[in-house]
């Protein structure tokens, strides 16, 4: 297909492929609710617009704006979910998911345990988080490894509009708690419509270019600056094959290990601090499978052991870039 061909492709935001996911999803299955601060229209659908038009659309009855309480909003979604709806619970900002961990991981992810298989909690916790508008400490964490360590729980980092559509709704499908991570700045990220009812599996990552060099490991934002590095990458003469996990748990074992066996050298990649991150446990497993064949030791690039610093400066040099992450490359192949 040719350029010109592309550029007349009708395009989307992220932002708009996880509203056509919610109201697709809800138009489809009356049972499927919305709830969390200001998502309703009245309140401009949510601090972006990502829910906007959704409670004129379907009355706010199925889209319920809250108070301002994480601990009531993760409540009310487990609740209702037990009685057969299917809620998706915003939860603003992935640092605002601590005020309702305790409804989170002692009850979301256990209560299936908990009553041998009898309960399910279908519930999606949609957050967002993410460096670049010098938001501080308080309010751009990448917290996933929290949850991944959580038994009970999946987690998902789309990274493009048709992740972004397929993945919400196959997590909204799904009997078990599902965490949907966003990222801020890559909200307003174009990409082609995604096709209308379409699903992307939980658990099965894709590769988004091949290589014979190096794996790249990564998803949410930093997959996009990993597809950002090709150039210079190539430029040194080093070819890198990219992997976007998408879920983050579970994770995609099977593909990851087969491209790390083609090419004898890892490197993951992402937002949240290296250390005690998801790229430990994915780090230590390449490891463990492919040791004696490793070309290199597996190396991870994360962020600093620190809270995201706001200070402009200082906040643009704390998550991985498309510089970094080709110097990483290059280092490990040379």
């Not at 399910?120 to 916790?125: G, L």
């Amino acid at each position: 297909m040719s350029d010109a061909v592309k550029e007349k492709e009708p395009q989307i935001t992220i932002l708009q492929a996880i509203n056509a996911a919610l109201a697709d999803a809800m138009e489809e299955d009356e049972k499927v609710v919305v709830l969390g601060e200001d998502v309703a229209d009245p309140e401009e659908g949510g601090v972006v617009g990502v829910t906007k038009g959704l409670s004129t659309r379907f009355g706010e009855k199925r889209v319920r704006s809250t108070p301002i309480s994480e601990q009531a909003i993760i409540g009310a979604a487990i609740g209702a979910s037990l009685v057969g709806y299917k809620p998706v619970a915003e939860i603003m900002l992935m640092n605002f998911t601590t005020v309702a961990m305790d409804m989170i991981v002692n009850h979301a992810a256990k209560l299936r345990f908990m009553s041998g298989g009898q309960t399910n909690v279908p519930i999606v916790i949609r957050t967002m988080t993410g460096t670049g508008f010098g938001s501080g400490g308080q309010h751009c964490d990448y917290l996933e490894a929290w949850f991944a360590h959580t038994a009970g729980m999946k987690v998902v980092a789309p990274s493009n509009t048709a992740d972004a559509y397929g993945l919400m709704r196959a997590a909204i499908k799904d009997p078990d708690p599902v965490l949907y991570i966003e990222n801020l700045p890559s909200y307003w990220a174009p990409g082609p419509v995604p096709e209308p009812g379409s699903t992307v599996p939980l658990g099965k990552a894709r590769i988004t270019k091949d290589g014979s060099d190096i794996s790249i490991i990564s998803y949410s934002r930093t997959l996009n600056e990993a597809l950002g590095a090709v150039e210079a990458m190539n430029s040194q003469g080093v070819s890198a094959e990219i992997i976007d996990l998408r879920t983050v748990s579970p994770w995609d074992k099977e593909t990851v290990i087969k491209s790390v066996a083609k090419t004898g050298r890892c490197l993951i990649v992402h937002e949240a601090v290296t250390q005690f991150g998801v790229g430990a446990e994915i780090a230590a497993t390449v490891s463990k499978e492919l040791f004696g064949s490793l070309k290199k030791p597996v190396e991870r690039l994360g962020a600093p052991y620190a809270p995201v610093p706001f200070s402009k400066p200082l906040e643009s040099a704390f998550a991985p870039d498309a510089k970094r992450i080709a110097e990483a490359a290059i280092s490990l192949c040379k």
